[in-house]
């Protein structure tokens, strides 16, 4: 378990120096970035991009919560008991990791690529996406571990193509993405532990042995 709080607290120093390390001026990659995509976020296209980053940024992690709320009411409710506790100790890992956004806009103050409301880093949208996904893959490992690659990749190709849109949209520079990323994991990592969702449950084949 000692290993999830070190990667954790890595991910998350990481995070911490990233922010503090292009705040004041953007890194060489986020410029280049930048001017590759700049305008590409006016007309159809814009349009059509803002679509999905919204679908996949806002409307599946906020559906993905209130899924999960319900599904502790129904699994207390049928007397589920090993279900409603993995469900309710996922929750904190959840509200934890959509809270870097909101806790790490105002610490780092970054500008955004183009005038729009808020601050940069980290992107609120790829922090969204990313949370859902790590809570999905934990209730994956305990209760239906055959789908757990299945919503890793699905969730992290996701998560790509969400950061993509900010991108494309010119409201969040590359280091904005990745820090997200950073900030999910590392608050992830050390929240499922302490809740003891990590390592995952044990083989019955080490029980037995």
Known sequence: MIRWFVLGGVACALFVALGIAVTGQPAGVDLSVAGALQGLWRGTFGEATLVVS????????????????????LCRYRGLRREFLVVVKVMPVLVVT????????????????RSYPQFS?????????AATGLCAVLLCVWLAPWLTRVAAASFAAATVLVAVTRLILGVHWLTDT?????????????????VRLLPGPMPVTSVAA
Request: aromatic content about 6%; hydrophobic content about 60%; cysteine-free.
């Open 54 to 73: 919204d679908l996949l940024g806002i409307v599946v992690p906020d559906a993905f919560a209130i899924a999960l709320f319900v599904s502790a009411v």
């Open 98 to 113: 959509r809270l870097t956004s909101a806790v790490g806009k105002p610490l780092f103050l970054r500008v955004r690529p």
């Open 121 to 129: 880093y980290p992107s609120g949208h790829v922090v969204a996406i």
């Open 178 to 194: 990745v820090g997200s990323v950073l900030a999910v994991l590392g608050t992830g990592l050390v929240v499922a532990a302490g």
